[in-house]
């Protein structure tokens, strides 16, 4: 069984702040989705990393592959009220099929005024 | 907006009622998923369709019945569920492989 150990799981901080958000595995995966998701809404794709060590810029979000693809970190920089939701990893496993995500548990997400 | 398109967004029934829920894309994708997501934890995987056939039934209750008319649609009936079925299903779809799934808002199921 794969898992994702996301933390941390809940997270309040002031607006202008920075923050970071880990999901670790010992299992490797071929591909790592980060989504957010906002109440009444579904989770919505934000970036999909599949190489190792790969950094991806998603204005002042960060996202970063580690090298053997077994974890994965996403940074906030100076956060905005407008940041505020649920931050799920997602993997596809290569042991697995394609099809099945294995989740981590989230990180909710408050930015305070 | 979502590409993934489902209705109703919410549901109330009772444990006696048959519904349906719906979905649909037209992005072209192959693969396409029910979840069920209780609140602030992470979407369980219930079924999964992959060219219109059922590829994946993570041991769900018979309960929960999909269908898969064509590519683009994907049905979840409902048949003498429990209050403890009360939760946000979530459709997604994907080009398969390990390419990312795309959700649609999901349906908020009251069960009475």
């Known amino acids: 069984t794969q898992l994702l150990e996301q933390s941390p799981q809940f997270l309040s901080i002031q607006e202008g702040e920075n923050l970071t958000v880990y999901c670790n595995s010992s299992?490797?995966?071929?591909?790592l989705q980060w989504y957010r998701q906002e109440p009444g809404e579904g989770p919505v794709l934000l970036v999909t990393v599949v190489t190792g060590g790969e950094v991806k810029k998603l204005k002042r979000l960060t996202f970063q592959f580690g090298d053997a693809r077994k974890d994965s970190s996403l940074h906030i920089t100076a956060a905005q009220t407008g940041d505020t939701g649920l931050y799920l990893c997602a993997g596809v496993g290569v042991e697995t099929s394609g099809s099945r995500l294995t989740f981590g548990e989230g990180t909710q997400l408050t930015v305070n005024p | 907006d979502t590409e993934v398109t489902q209705t109703p967004k919410h549901l109330v029934m009772g444990m006696t009622n048959k519904k349906s829920l719906k979905c649909e894309q037209h992005?072209?994708?192959?693969?396409m998923y029910w979840y069920k997501q209780k609140a602030k934890k992470p979407p369980e995987l219930m079924f999964v369709?992959?060219?219109?056939?059922?590829?994946i039934n993570e041991s769900v209750p018979s309960r929960f019945s999909p269908e898969c008319p064509n590519s683009s649609l994907l049905n979840l009936h409902l048949h003498a569920l429990q209050p403890e079925d009360s939760a946000l299903y979530l459709c997604?779809?994907?080009?398969?492989?390990?390419?990312?799934?795309?959700f649609g808002d999901g349906t908020r199921l009251s069960i009475l």
């Open positions: 992005m072209g994708h192959r693969a």
């Open positions: 369709y992959s060219y219109e056939k059922l590829s």
């Open positions: 997604a779809s994907s080009l398969g492989g390990n390419q990312p799934q795309h």
């Open positions: 299992s490797v995966f071929s591909s």
